[in-house]
């Protein structure tokens, strides 16, 4: 599939950081589009953090819980909005918390924060990026393959499988459905999606391929030359890594207006 050279930019929502600057509403729809068209009999691999799922509740319930646990009034009033990265100092200045007692919480809450976001349990505060359901469901009701491959390991597979139903994606164990996860949690997710995309191949034709993060993106362009990559700019683990050539990104799955 060749890309529209065509396609319209939000040059004022670029990221210094990754060099992405996403297409604009009209040029998103029109690529999500041609992707569905084309999907037939073949693979299209999702991450699932920042990509389909919007992981800013889940950090916002864990945040009022660890204001509540040390007794901040300040951080018990937390909200998705506060997250606009993964910088707990950066969510906890947005909530309106003094310097001071940022230096001395951040250490404590990220601890309280590891016990808690990487467990099945808390799978259920996540919401849909927009449209992502949606664009997932027409991808496989025109004979797709689905796979979502995650840098979540396997003890969260219960929570991930339960909030993927609830949001009203493709269930994992469907024909045609595939959930890829880490074996153990301490696994770096650089090297697990490196290592599970040579497994893709024995899926069948890897169409195209949706991450937020610029080095696991990279990863499948590397992989995959002729698959359509796509970076999700919504937030990522703030890692000063370029996107390969030929990788466009988009905000969002929005397709209507």
Not at 183 to 211: C, E, I, N, R, Y
């Amino acid at each position: 599939m060749n890309l529209n050279t065509e396609f319209g930019y939000l040059h004022d929502r670029a990221d210094s950081l990754t060099g992405a600057i996403p297409l604009d509403a009209g040029s998103t729809a029109t690529l999500l589009t041609e992707l569905i068209q084309s999907s037939a009999k073949k693979i299209l691999a999702f991450d699932l953090d920042s990509t389909l799922l919007n992981n800013r509740p889940r950090n916002a319930v864990i945040m009022r819980e660890f204001g509540d646990d040390q007794k901040q009034p300040l951080l018990c009033t937390a909200t998705a909005e506060h997250f606009q990265d993964w910088s707990a100092r950066n969510a906890m200045a947005a909530i309106g918390l003094a310097n001071r007692d940022i230096d001395r919480l951040v250490d404590t809450y990220r601890s309280f924060w590891l016990d808690r976001f990487f467990t099945s349990e808390y799978c259920q505060y996540d919401v849909c990026v927009p449209g992502a359901a949606e664009f997932v469901n027409d991808v496989y009701a025109g004979d797709g393959t689905v796979c979502y491959l995650t840098g979540r390991h396997e003890g969260m597979r219960k929570g991930t499988e339960d909030s993927l139903a609830k949001l009203g994606f493709p269930v994992p164990g469907a024909d045609r459905v595939e959930l890829l996860m880490k074996p153990h949690q301490d696994q770096s997710d650089d090297l697990f999606k490196v290592d599970t995309l040579q497994k893709l191949d024995t899926l069948g034709s890897v169409f195209a391929a949706f991450d937020n993060e610029p080095t696991h993106i990279n990863s499948y362009r590397k992989a995959f030359p002729r698959a359509v990559c796509i970076h999700l700019l919504t937030d990522h683990s703030m890692r000063a890594v370029k996107l390969s050539d030929e990788i466009v990104s988009i905000l969002d799955f929005v397709r209507f207006q």
